[in-house]
C-alpha cells in the first residue's frame, strides 16, 4: 500500500506546471461565465487569459472592446437622460438611465431615476418671467449685432437655469470685443497674417458684430498684396471661383427648401475658400438661424444634437462634435448644458493639441476657449466619467482655480 501511494506521488509531481495554470485558467473562465457583473466577468477572463493566453487571449481582448463599447454608449445614454431629466422629461429620462445597467454611471443614474419617480407626482417649479424675457431680449440684440443691448439684457437675467445661458452671450461678446482688438493690433504691427486669422475668429463669432469684420478682412487683402505685406511676389492665389460659384449655387437651392444643414455644409464650404464671401457669410447666418428655430420646436432633435456632438467627440470628428455642440448651446432650452460645455470645451482642447505648431493664435484661442467652456460645466455641476476621457484633457480640467 505504501509503494502504491508513494507511485501515485510520483506521478503527480511529474505533471506539468502549465497543466495546473491551465486548470486554474478553466476556472476562471468558467467564474467569468457565471457571474452576472460585465466588469467582474472581463476581469476574471483576462485573468484567465494571463494563465492561459493561448485559450482565452482573444477572448479578453474581445470582452475588453465590448465592454469600453458599452460604457461609451452608456455615457451616451447618461448625457441625454440627464438632459430629459433637467428637461422635466421624466417618463423619457428614466427609459435612458434604466439601460445603463453597469459601469461608473450605474450610481448617478439610479439616483437621477430615483428623483425622476419622485418628481412625476410633484408640482415643478415656477418660471423666472423676468429672466426668461432678459433672456430672450439678450439673444434676439446679440443675434442682431446689438452687442451693448444683449449685455445689458444679459445682466438682468438671475434664474439659476438660464444663467449659463446668458453668461454665454457675454462671453462671446467679450471674446468677439478680444478678437477685434488683437486684429487691430496686429495690423498697426504689420502683422496682417495674425490679424486676419483674429478678424476671422471674430466673424465665426458673429458676422454682423460691431467693427465690420468683414469689411475689414476686405481692406486686409489689400494690404497683403503690398510689396510690404505677407503675400510674396509671385505666388498668385489659385483661382477658386468656379467652386465657390457651385458651392453657392448648391446653397441656394438648400435654402429654398429650407433644407437648413445642407446649406450651411455649402455655404462653410464656400468659406474654406474665401472666408470673406458675403453671400456665404450672410447664408451661413440663414441657415444658423433656421437650424436653431428648428431645435427649439423639436426638443428630440435637440437632444439627438447633444448625443450626436458627444458621439463624435469620441469618435474624434472634431469639427462634426464642435458644430454639434455649439448649436446645442445656441439653440436654446433648458437641457443639459454641463455636458455640452464639458465636451465642446474638451473637442476645442482637443483641436489645439492637434493643431499645427504655426498656429500659434489660434492653439492659443481654443485653449483660452476651452477653459471658459470646462468653467461653465463645472457651474452646471457636471462630473465626466474620466475613464474615457484623454489624461491631456483632464489635466486642464483639474487644474486649481478651474
Not at 461678446?173 to 495690423?187: G, L, P, S, T, V
Amino acid at each position: 500500500m505504501k509503494r502504491r501511494v508513494l507511485l501515485l506521488l510520483a506521478v503527480f509531481l511529474c505533471v506539468p506546471g502549465g497543466l495546473f495554470a491551465d486548470q486554474q485558467a478553466d476556472s476562471l473562465y468558467k467564474q467569468s461565465q457565471a457571474t452576472s457583473d460585465q466588469q467582474a466577468a472581463v476581469e476574471l477572463l483576462c485573468k484567465a487569459a494571463e494563465l492561459d493566453p493561448a485559450t482565452y487571449g482573444k477572448k479578453c481582448n474581445d470582452a475588453k472592446q465590448y465592454l469600453d463599447g458599452r460604457l461609451q454608449k452608456f455615457e451616451g445614454l447618461y448625457v441625454s437622460g440627464k438632459a430629459k431629466f433637467e428637461a422635466k422629461q421624466y417618463t423619457d429620462a428614466i427609459s435612458d438611465l434604466s439601460k445603463i445597467y453597469f459601469g461608473p454611471r450605474h450610481a448617478d443614474a439610479q439616483q437621477l431615476i430615483a428623483q425622476a419617480n419622485d418628481a412625476i407626482n410633484h408640482p415643478q417649479p415656477s418660471i423666472d418671467v423676468t429672466s426668461a424675457t432678459a433672456l430672450k431680449a439678450a439673444q434676439q440684440a446679440f443675434d442682431n449685432g446689438d452687442f451693448p443691448t444683449a449685455e445689458t439684457n444679459a445682466g438682468l437675467v438671475k434664474a439659476p437655469d438660464q444663467l449659463p445661458q446668458a453668461q454665454t452671450i457675454l462671453s462671446n461678446i467679450r471674446n468677439y470685443h478680444d478678437d477685434m482688438q488683437q486684429a487691430e493690433a496686429f495690423k498697426a504691427d504689420k502683422n496682417y497674417s495674425a490679424a486676419q486669422q483674429k478678424y476671422n475668429d471674430a466673424l465665426r463669432i458673429k458676422s454682423n458684430g460691431p467693427g465690420d469684420p468683414a469689411g475689414k478682412l476686405a481692406g486686409l487683402a489689400s494690404l497683403m498684396k503690398q510689396p510690404n505685406g505677407t503675400t510674396v511676389a509671385g505666388n498668385k492665389p489659385p483661382d477658386n471661383s468656379v467652386r465657390i460659384n457651385a458651392a453657392l449655387a448648391d446653397a441656394r437651392d438648400h435654402l429654398a427648401k429650407s433644407d437648413w444643414q445642407g446649406a450651411l455644409t455649402a455655404c462653410n464650404q464656400v468659406l474654406t475658400l474665401d472666408p470673406r464671401q458675403p453671400e456665404a457669410l450672410t447664408c451661413r447666418e440663414k441657415a444658423q438661424d433656421g437650424l436653431k428655430a428648428a431645435l427649439a420646436s423639436d426638443p428630440k432633435a435637440l437632444e439627438d444634437t447633444l448625443v450626436r456632438g458627444v458621439r463624435d467627440y469620441y469618435e474624434s470628428h472634431l469639427t462634426d462634435a464642435r458644430d454639434a455642440l455649439s448649436l446645442y448651446l445656441t439653440a436654446g432650452g433648458n437641457r443639459s448644458k454641463g455636458a455640452a460645455y464639458f465636451y465642446l470645451g474638451a473637442t476645442m482642447l482637443s483641436q489645439a493639441i492637434l493643431s499645427s505648431p504655426k498656429s500659434k493664435e489660434e492653439r492659443d484661442s481654443l485653449q483660452q476657449n476651452a477653459i471658459q467652456q470646462f468653467q461653465q460645466a463645472k457651474q452646471q455641476g457636471f462630473k465626466p466619467m474620466e475613464k474615457n476621457v484623454s489624461p491631456k484633457i483632464l489635466a486642464v480640467w483639474n487644474q486649481p482655480g478651474m
